[in-house]
């Protein structure tokens, strides 16, 4: 079993920053990917961000050149960097993280969720 937990979650006002954590934790043989979705209110979730163990970055349209996503491999751990916050940006987010566990095999994790509400 492999566990997330979020943090970093909040109130900002319009143009602020928030820096999202999650960290995972299991018998992982491999944690080949980990990003963030979000789901706003009567919407359905959608990608914010991926991050792979090499490095490479996707990013959702809507927040390029706003958020930075980042991961510490040691610590099994990423990072969303959410700065120029807009009131579109409010929704719960979900940390996610893809891989390989050593008695399970694939997994498919999500944590459970963080707020984050932007006001204008």
């Known amino acids: 079993q492999v566990h997330l937990v979020e943090s970093g979650g909040g109130l900002v006002q319009s143009g602020g920053s928030l820096r999202l954590s999650c960290a995972a934790s299991?018998?992982?043989?491999?944690?080949?990917?980990m990003g963030w979705y979000r789901q706003a209110p009567g919407k359905q979730r959608e990608l914010v961000a991926t991050?792979?163990?090499?490095?490479?970055?996707n990013y959702a349209d809507s927040v390029k050149g706003r958020f930075t996503i980042s991961r510490d491999n040691a610590k099994n751990t990423v990072f969303l960097q959410m700065n120029s916050l807009k009131p579109e940006d409010t929704a719960v987010y979900y940390c996610?993280?893809?891989?390989?566990?050593?008695?399970?095999?694939?997994?498919?994790?999500w944590g459970q969720g963080t707020q984050v509400t932007v006001s204008s």
């Open positions: 996610n993280a893809v891989g390989d566990h050593y008695t399970s095999g694939f997994f498919n994790s």
């Open positions: 299991g018998n992982m043989r491999t944690l080949l990917v």
């Open positions: 991050i792979t163990g090499g490095g490479g970055q």
